[in-house]
Structure formats: structure tokens, C-alpha cells
């Protein structure tokens, strides 16, 4: 509304989240930077245990403890929210951040309608007599596509169907019209012929409401088809980020390149999947300099000792000293030769 | 719903019979009921003229049938110890062991509930702990021990509570009642706390343990992410969650209180059931035993049917079960 243009609606900066274990503290997010404008949609992808679900429950403030935020700054329309008491981050949370989860079967409490877990969402944050609040509940139900909305909004949530029921959490998530929604793998519990509708509803609403979203999630086709920009995660930083088409045509770090060789694709000409040899690395045994040195085909003697950041690499940027001056020294391996050597 | 109910009317029906059964085998396996009422001395032949007339020739079947049916109106028979109908014995007995189960459940179902909400959501506060430690000696100490050690502490030592009896009583027609006196209330207070301290520990952790998961569950997590407050996401939302599970322990637990009432009875001298069923025991008195026995299964049964009720109260996914599904 009030924002200044060109003024990025959240931005963090080097945000880091550890979590204290008796054998030390783990760095599960390391570094983070990254801003989203008003109404665009940021995708974040990356494999289970890069920080992508991490990076958007520090920005909601709700990481479990005893994970917690141990450096940088999140900041959302030019306020910065990492340093709210909880009560006040309770105001920011469903008002301004809205939050869309995985499973919509667990996210729903199967005891009350759905109807009373909208109306309570919406007097919570907007001034509204109970009437007032279900006639806005049943256009809201409405708005995400559930027919019949007048009868519905008395139903419990194990009446309706799993894609029902995401779309009643994405009703809830817009309660009081918030400027960001956080979507983690909002589509990854669903069958895969809901999950086309389910996209192109959060899409439609983005678009409606001016709305921004951070879509956290592990599938690229649906970043592919809905996001504005991407952001690659890997082992809790930032690989690589850049305009969505930018990084899916022309992929610029190793793990990105990789990333995309292993998505099939329908009618394509592509021959065969490639495979990125071994896994990511456990939070406790991320080697020195870049972490994915290990599996990386254009590994260097600097990739071994020093760390990349975000270097500008087209229109994207990519961690990785390939798009260095320096660049990344004598290569460690023979490209393709590789892989079957590795385990061995 | 209607069907239900009446469906678990049915299984209740099946339950006492069952339990009437065993009651009434007491009379025919427990000693030869002739030789409870007659003197030794008496001849055979009157011995056999008696056995006639109280149909104990008849088959079993018929005795069982005629047993069942004087149950229904109320009618067990006499108390061979004190000769009265036992419905009137165990009726003057009847409101001390449901006052006093009833202060103890009152006072473990609130106190167990409150203790167990606490310690769920702040287990790492020093309270949480002393509660915890706490429940374990409730838990592990036998009710006779506890009974005894307070009647030790406020009795002997303090002076303050007495150790025994009912204090006064008010009557109301047939009942009794304790509640208006302050003698009556005075005496209440030990007895209770040591009938309910088992079942509040057992409540409590119950509470805790299924709070400490409900506020795992996506749907807290959510309600978070909503910026529900705290206020509303506890109790509107985690506890009612709870709910279920504790249901059906605090209503089996209901029927423990009054079934366990004989020890806290007999330790305090408390003129109920309890105490009733073991002075019957002393003596042999069967037809009171068997009353007991068939009064506490009839207990059990409506609790549970009440429990069943609540389910539906609490849960609505019980309530659309079944072919219409979502209407």
C-alpha cells in the first residue's frame, strides 16, 4: 500500500538458525540472503534438510526449539520482525505472514467446523462481529473454489476431501488479507491431478490480492509453473537464485545443472535422467569450502578450502567460484569419468 | 445415534446378565444356602421341606429366571446376618460410598486435569517437576498406606481432621447426606483425598502426556501460524484434543473409586458399601455379597454408557460415521 517502490516487501539478510545438540551446534541455516517484492512469487527448492522449511519457519517465527535464530535480520515491509516478543510476532503471524502447510489432512483441528477455525482466524485479527466474520468465512470459502459455502462452513474437516481441505487451509492462511504467504510443500501430500488445481488456485489469489509468496518445496515443476524467481538451497545455504526461467534453461551452478538433469520430462526428446552421485551431507559433516565439493563434477582445489558466495553469474547468481576471476584451479576429477569410481 | 444407543443399551443388558450369573452361582457354590438358615440341629426332613419351598429343587434355569426377576423389581432377598432385605441394608449404606466417590473423583478429575494441562505445556518449569515427583508416590504408595499415613500426619500428630466415621448427617427421606455439617465435611476430607490421590496422579499424567502431543500435532502448529493466542490455542484448541482418552480413563476410573472404596472404608471406618461387603464377607452373608456384586457391574455399565455418550459429544467424526458420510 504504503510501501515505497522498489522497496522489497521481505527481505533477509545472512539469517542464520542453529540448533544446540550435546555434540554441538548445528548450523541448519547458514547465511541466507534473500528478498521477495510485493506480489512476486519466490520459489525455494532444495532436497529434505537443505533449510528451506527452516529459512520460512524463522521468518514466521515459529522454529521448534531448541532451533532459534542465531544471526542476521529479517525484515518485512522495511520493520524488521526477528526481534518481536512473541506477542507481538503473534499479531504479525496470520495479519501479514500467512502460512500454508504440508499435510492439509493433519492442519485442520478435527474437532471444531471449519467454519468456527475461520471465524476465530478472522476475529483474531480484524475487528468483526461474529456475523460479520462468517459472512466474510463464506466468501472466503467461496473465493478458494468450495462449492456450496453457505452449507460447508458447518462442516468438520474430515467431511471433505484432501484437496477440499487444502483449500479450506488456504482460506485460513488469507483470513486477514496478509501481504506474504509462506507455502511450505503445499502440494506434496496431494494426488497429483489436485496439485495443477491447487497451484493455479494460490496463483489466481497471489494475483488477485497482490499477495507474495514464498513457496517452499521439493517438486521443480511446481516451481517451474508458479514461481517468478527460484532459490536452490543446499546443505542450509543458498546455491543459486535467479529468474525461474533463467535457472531452468540455463543453470549456472553444478547442483542447479544437476538438479534439473535428474526432472523427466513428458514428450521431451531428453535421453536419459542423470543422477547426482552420493547425497547431501548431514548437518555434522559438511565438508570444508563448498559443501557440494564432494559430488560436484567441476570440483577445483579452491572448491576444497574456500567458500563460495553468491557470485553474479548471468541473471542469476550462483555460489560457486566457476563464475569467479580466480575460477575454481586444477579440477579434481575427469568430468564423466567419475561417477563409477566414487563409491568404490 | 438412536440406534446406537440403544444398541449399547442391549451390551449393557447382556453385561448384567452375565454378572447376575456369576452372583447368583454364589448362593448354590458358596456352602449350601439351607445350612446358612438353619440351626444345626434341624431334622432332615425339615431341611428338605425348606428346600422345596425356597425352590432350590427347581431347576436352574428356573431358579436363575427367578433370581433375575426379582433383581429387576429390587427384591435380592434377606441378609442372613441381620435378617432385613438386603436392598434396605445396602440402601442406608448407599449415599457415604457416593459422597465419598464422588468428592474424590470431583477432586482428582480437577485437580488432575489442572496439574496435567500445567505440566504439559511448561514440562521444564520447577513445578512441573514437583508435581511429576509428586505423582509418582501417588502412584506407587498402596490407598491403605496413604489412608494410614494421613491419619498419622492430620489425626495423631496435628489433630486438626478426625480419623474415622461419617460425622453428622442430614437425612433427606431416604438419603443421607454428610455435605451440611461441618463434622460431616470435616470427616470427608481424608478419606477422599486418599481414595482420589491414585486416580489424580493417574489423570494428570494421562492430561500430560496427551497434551504434550497434541501440541506436536499440525494443527497447533498451524493454529500458531494463524496468530491464534495462546489462551485460545491451549484450551480451545490442545485440550479439548485431550479430551477423549482422558474421558475413558477418568470413566473407568469412576468405577475404580467406588469398587477400591472397601479399603479407604475399612481403613476410615467409613459406614459405606464397602465396609458393608467386608463385614457380609466376615459372615458368610451372600445374598448382600451378591447385591454388591450385581450394584457395582449396573455402576460400571452406565458409566460406560455415559462415556460412550460424551465420545459423541466431544468428537465428530463419531457422530457421521456410517453410509451418509458427509451430511
Known amino acids: 500500500m504504503n510501501a515505497i517502490p522498489n522497496q522489497p516487501l521481505l527481505e533477509v539478510r545472512n539469517l542464520r538458525v542453529e540448533f544446540p545438540t550435546r555434540r554441538g551446534t548445528l548450523l541448519a541455516v547458514d547465511d541466507v540472503s534473500f528478498h521477495i517484492a510485493p506480489g512476486e512469487v519466490l520459489g525455494v527448492v ?20 531448541p532451533g532459534r535464530v542465531a544471526g542476521g535480520e529479517i525484515l518485512l ?19 501479514q505472514i500467512g502460512a500454508i502447510f504440508q499435510d492439509p489432512l493433519t492442519s485442520l483441528n478435527p474437532l471444531y467446523t471449519v467454519g468456527r477455525q475461520l471465524i476465530e482466524t478472522i476475529q483474531t485479527h480484524v475487528k468483526l462481529t461474529a456475523q460479520q466474520a462468517r459472512t466474510r468465512a463464506i466468501d472466503l470459502l467461496k473465493e478458494v473454489g468450495i462449492p456450496a459455502a453457505e452449507q460447508r462452513i458447518d462442516h468438520y474437516p474430515h467431511q471433505f476431501s484432501g484437496g477440499m481441505r487444502q483449500r479450506v487451509v488456504i482460506a485460513l492462511a488469507l483470513c486477514a488479507n496478509p501481504k506474504l504467504i509462506i507455502a511450505d510443500e503445499p502440494t506434496t501430500a496431494l494426488d497429483v491431478s489436485i496439485q495443477a488445481q491447487i497451484i493455479a488456485l494460490i496463483k489466481r489469489l497471489c494475483r488477485e490480492h497482490g499477495t507474495a509468496v514464498m513457496l517452499v518445496t521439493h517438486d521443480m515443476g511446481v516451481i517451474a509453473e508458479t514461481a517468478d524467481r527460484v532459490a536452490v538451497m543446499y546443505a542450509g545455504r543458498i546455491a543459486e537464485i535467479g529468474p525461474v526461467r533463467e535457472v531452468v534453461k540455463n543453470a549456472r551452478h553444478p547442483y542447479t545443472s544437476g538438479l534439473m538433469g535428474s526432472i523427466p520430462s513428458v514428450g521431451g526428446e531428453q535421453g536419459k535422467l542423470t543422477q547426482i552421485e552420493g547425497s547431501m551431507p548431514r548437518l555434522t559433516e559438511i565438508p570444508p569450502g563448498c559443501a ?36 575454481v584451479g586444477r579440477k579434481l576429477r575427469q568430468p564423466q569419468t567419475v561417477p563409477e569410481a566414487v563409491n568404490g | 445415534m438412536l440406534a446406537f444407543i440403544i444398541r449399547r443399551l442391549f451390551q449393557g443388558i447382556i453385561v448384567m446378565l452375565a454378572v447376575g450369573l456369576v452372583a447368583f452361582s454364589l448362593f448354590n457354590f458358596v456352602g449350601d444356602p439351607i445350612n446358612s438358615l438353619v440351626g444345626i440341629d434341624t431334622p432332615l426332613d425339615e431341611r428338605e421341606k425348606l428346600r422345596e419351598q425356597l425352590g432350590l429343587n427347581d431347576p436352574f434355569p428356573i431358579q436363575f429366571g427367578r433370581f433375575v426377576l426379582n433383581g429387576v423389581q429390587g427384591n435380592f432377598g434377606l441378609s442372613y446376618r441381620m435378617s432385613e432385605p ?24 480437577v485437580l488432575g486435569v489442572g496439574m496435567g494441562v500445567f505440566t504439559g505445556l511448561y514440562p521444564r518449569a520447577a513445578l512441573s517437576r514437583i508435581f511429576l515427583t509428586v505423582s509418582l508416590i501417588g502412584v506407587s504408595l498402596p490407598t491403605f498406606l496413604t489412608g494410614i499415613l494421613l491419619i498419622l500426619v492430620f489425626a495423631v500428630w496435628l489433630g ?77 484448541h490442545a485440550l479439548k484434543n485431550t479430551l477423549v482418552p482422558v474421558i475413558t480413563i477418568t ?49 460400571f455399565v452406565v458409566i460406560n454408557l455415559c462415556v460412550d455418550l460424551l465420545y459423541y459429544a466431544v468428537d465428530p467424526r463419531l457422530r457421521f460415521d456410517g453410509s451418509k458420510g458427509g451430511h
Request: aromatic share 8%; hydrophobic share 50%; proline share 4%.
Open chain 2, 251 to 299: 470413566g473407568l476410573q469412576l468405577g475404580a473409586i467406588i469398587a477400591f472404596s472397601i479399603i479407604t472404608e475399612t481403613v476410615f471406618s467409613w459406614p459405606g458399601m464397602g465396609q458393608l461387603f467386608i463385614q457380609s464377607v466376615q459372615s458368610v452373608d451372600i445374598p448382600v455379597m451378591a447385591t454388591y456384586l450385581v450394584l457395582i457391574a449396573l455402576f
Open chain 1, 292 to 327: 557440494f565439493n564432494p559430488r560436484c563434477p567441476e570440483a577445483g582445489e579452491r572448491c576444497v578450502v574456500e567458500r563460495p558466495d553468491l557470485l553474479p553469474a548471468g541473471r542469476s547468481s550462483a555460489a560457486c567460484w566457476l563464475y569467479d576471476a580466480a575460477g
Open chain 1, 77 to 95: 515491509a522495511g520493520r524488521r520482525i526477528d526481534q518481536l516478543s512473541y506477542d507481538e510476532m503473534r499479531k504479525v503471524r496470520g495479519a
Open chain 2, 160 to 236: 486438626v481432621l478426625p480419623s474415622f466415621g461419617r460425622g453428622d448427617v442430614v437425612s433427606f427421606g431416604a438419603w443421607t447426606s454428610g455435605f451440611f455439617t461441618s463434622t460431616g465435611l470435616r470427616a470427608l476430607i481424608l478419606p477422599a483425598v486418599t481414595l482420589g490421590l491414585f486416580q489424580l496422579t493417574l489423570i494428570m499424567r494421562l492430561v500430560r502426556s496427551e497434551m504434550l502431543e497434541v501440541m506436536r500435532t499440525d494443527y497447533i502448529k498451524f493454529a500458531r501460524a494463524r496468530g491464534l493466542t495462546d489462551r485460545a490455542i491451549n484450551f480451545g
Open chain 1, 46 to 65: 532444495g532436497e529434505s534438510g537443505a533449510g528451506k522449511s527452516l529459512t520460512g519457519a524463522a521468518i514466521i517465527g515459529l522454529l521448534e526449539p
Open chain 2, 86 to 109: 438386603v436392598m434396605r441394608v445396602i440402601g442406608s449404606r448407599l449415599p457415604a460410598t457416593v459422597e465419598l466417590s464422588l468428592v474424590a473423583a470431583i477432586i482428582a478429575l
